[in-house]
Every structure is written in C-alpha cells, then in structure tokens.
C-alpha cells in the first residue's frame, strides 16, 4: 500500500497541471482505493488472489476446452430450458443448417383411477404430425402408456415447427427437407388443489430409446433411465439422450424412422395414486412444456454456419447422466462442467490454458517474442478473438484483458 503524502500526490506529473477541484477528487479517490486495500489486506487477500479468484472462477476452464457451438449443445443437453438460443450438433456432419428452438405448452389431467401419463416423439420434426399423447381426465389408463390416437389419448402436434410432413417428401424438383434432433425436454408440474396434491411421478426415457406404447407403469420405474418424485408444485423434467450413432444423423423422415412413422413416443411420464378433493382416486391437472432443438437442411431459407468440434462433442457425450430425469437440471450441468474441467487439464497445450491466454493477450505487442504458441495464435488471429470473447462472460464487468493477461498463469493451478 501507498504511503505517499497529500503533496507528493499532487507533485506527480500527470497531477500537477490539473485544476484544483480535479486534483482534490483525485486524491479523495485514492484515499478511497487505500481504505479498500487495507480492508482485502486485514481479511487475508491482495491483488493477486482477487485476480486469481476472478479467473479461476468455475467454467472458466470448459469455456477454452468447448468451441461456443459445444458449449450451447451441452447446455441443451443438460439444461435444455435454461438455453435461449438454438443450437447445433458440433459433429462431422455439422453442415450448415437452420436452427430452430421451439417451446410448446399444454395441460393434461390424470384418469379417472388417479393414474396418468405423458408421453413424447423426440424425432417428430414437422409441423403437422402429432408428436405427443397424454391422458384425459375422464378416462382410465389401465396403468400403461396408451397408442397415440386411441380414444383415452389427448394429442398435440408442434405447430410452431417450420416445416410441414409433405416438405420432407422428395419431388422431381425439390430433393425436401432433411432434419435431426439436437435435443428436446419435456417438463410437467401440478397446477391443482394443495389439498388433493397426491401421488407419484416417474420421469423417464425408454433406455434404448425405443416406444414407450403399451409398457406398464411398474415396468418403466424399473428402467435404468427412471426416477421417481412424490408430486410437487416444481417442475420436474425428462431429457433426452441420444444412445446410437444414427439418432445423430440427419433423416428425410419427419419422424425420424419410416418403421415408427409418427407413433415412437420414447420419453415421458408416468403419474400414479392421484386423488381428488374426497380423498378418493381421481384425476388431477397438470401443465407441460416441450422445448424442442432442431436442425434442417435442404433448399430452405435462414442457413447459418455449422461447427465441428469433434474433442467438444466427445466431452459432452461422456458427461451425460445416466438417469434422464431430475428437478435440478442446472446441477447436472454443473456436475458436467466439472468433469469437462478435470479432462481438459489433459489435453490443454503443455503450458495451459494460462500460457495460451497470456500469449494471446501478447500478440501484436512483441513480433520478436518468438515460441510456438505465440506464433501459432499470431497465424489465427480471429481464433484468439473468439476465445477473448468466450471468457468476457466469466469476467467481472470491470475487468480488462491486460488483468486477465496478469492472472492467466494461474488458471490451472
């Protein structure tokens, strides 16, 4: 901390030559500064471990690790309502392509025995074809998931899609469209009477990915991707996983597979024991949304560039939970950015994700620095923008990139 008196400070050449008002302030908030300092001192920090903490703050380290497409696919994959931009898959098959995010909402009911269900197409990309089913208060549903179209089934389609069933078809002049799911949550909470909140929900996904039609409800809470939650006010949500390479490829079908076609309902949930105001087996509302990530190809309109970012995706791969549903969503993607971090520190360059920083902070200043990563980020000056980019939103607002330079060193330790 400064020691210097009241007229060694106005003495300083970039003081002296001010008005007096402007050198009063000036010394006013330099007293303010030291005040400050002696407080983070008499609590055991400095500058340094302000900066150090500033940059090691979490996530830091999976930004460099994740190219910005793989960072929005991971959060659709974990968090797929918190993301509020669409997203791509960041694979080799990463063309440029549309990118839709669309939200649904509904209400549904239990039957009339206090059993209920929802349930969901994760590949039904068009506009026109029903892509969820759900029960209907007055009607039982034998404690299983019924056929879309049977007489106990309310039905949705997803208008909101772009595209139509018939725009995927190929014509003499029009190859059609081609789409892929990128990822797709379904999430439902009760909207009834305190007194009459009863019940069990079972968030699930068929572990194979396979339909869910005329499986029981005790069947699906022993699924390895099931979870039971006694029923709450919060929402609850059911994510889905991709298990098989197809199910990353694009597909002329609409609903993903010629041999489903429209009815491949492969996530959902399952409601049990619900009561009504008598305390007896009734039904019970609920209310759901869909969010719903896609991406198109063909000759269409809104095309945007693509990524492939083939270390980001294995990363987001090998950090998805096993179970599919959770009423934390955000702590699983927290678990995820965390095992993302621990994998990074082994395939950053030898010198980390520090030195990366610090050289790129360097580039321009110093043409005679020399070494290989300087070079290296000197050749690709737009790669060293973006990565600036990346981690301003870890900063603090006040932070400079000199400060980020500064504490760079420490980002691994």
Wanted: a positive charge.
């Amino acid at each position: 901390m400064s020691k210097i008196s009241r007229q060694e400070f106005f003495d300083r050449p970039k003081i002296k030559n001010l008005p007096q008002k402007e050198k009063l302030r000036r010394w006013n908030q330099h007293r303010s500064s030291l005040r400050g300092e002696k407080k983070q001192a008499a609590r055991g920090y400095t500058r340094n471990t302000q900066i150090r903490s500033r940059q090691t703050k979490r996530g830091m380290i999976a930004e460099l690790a994740l190219s910005p497409c793989a960072q929005e696919y991971l959060v659709a994959m974990h968090a797929p309502f918190s993301l509020k931009t669409p997203a791509c898959v960041p694979d080799l098959h990463a063309v440029p392509s549309k990118k839709i995010r669309v939200k649904t909402r509904g209400v549904f009911s239990t039957g009339a025995d206090g059993n209920g269900y929802i349930h969901l197409n994760p590949w039904q990309n068009c506009n026109d074809s029903t892509s969820a089913g759900f029960s209907l208060a007055a009607t039982p549903t034998s404690s299983s998931f019924q056929p879309l179209f049977s007489a106990s089934t309310g039905l949705l389609s997803e208008g909101k899609l772009p595209y139509a069933s018939a725009q995927f078809k190929a014509t003499t002049n029009n190859p059609g469209v081609l789409a892929r799911t990128v990822a797709i949550g379904l999430r439902i909470r009760y909207i009834g009477a305190e007194l009459a909140r009863s019940g069990q929900i079972t968030g699930l996904r068929h572990p194979d990915n396979l339909t869910l039609v005329g499986t029981t409800f005790d069947e699906a809470k022993s699924f390895s991707t099931a979870k039971t939650y006694h029923n709450k006010r919060q929402w609850i949500y059911a994510i889905w996983r991709p298990v098989r390479p197809t199910e990353y490829e694009f597909s002329q079908n609409p609903s993903w597979t010629e041999e489903h076609a429209s009815a491949h309902p492969s996530l959902g949930f399952a409601l049990q024991g619900t009561t009504g105001s008598s305390g007896s087996p009734g039904p019970a509302p609920f209310e759901f949304e869909i969010i719903r990530y896609v991406e198109y190809i063909g000759n269409i309109d809104n095309i945007s560039p693509s990524h492939v970012d083939l270390n980001g995706m294995s990363h987001v791969r090998n950090s998805i939970p096993a179970k599919s549903t959770t009423q934390q969503p955000h702590k699983t993607l927290l678990k995820a950015v965390n095992m993302i971090e621990e994998h990074a520190k082994e395939i950053l360059p030898a010198m980390g994700a520090g030195g990366l920083l610090a050289s790129a902070a360097r580039t321009g200043a110093s043409s005679s620095s020399g070494g290989f990563l300087t070079g290296m980020i000197e050749s690709l000056e737009t790669a060293a923008g973006s990565a600036f980019n990346s981690i301003s939103s870890f900063l603090p607002g006040m932070a400079t990139m000199g400060e980020v330079a500064e504490a760079a060193p420490l980002l691994l330790l």
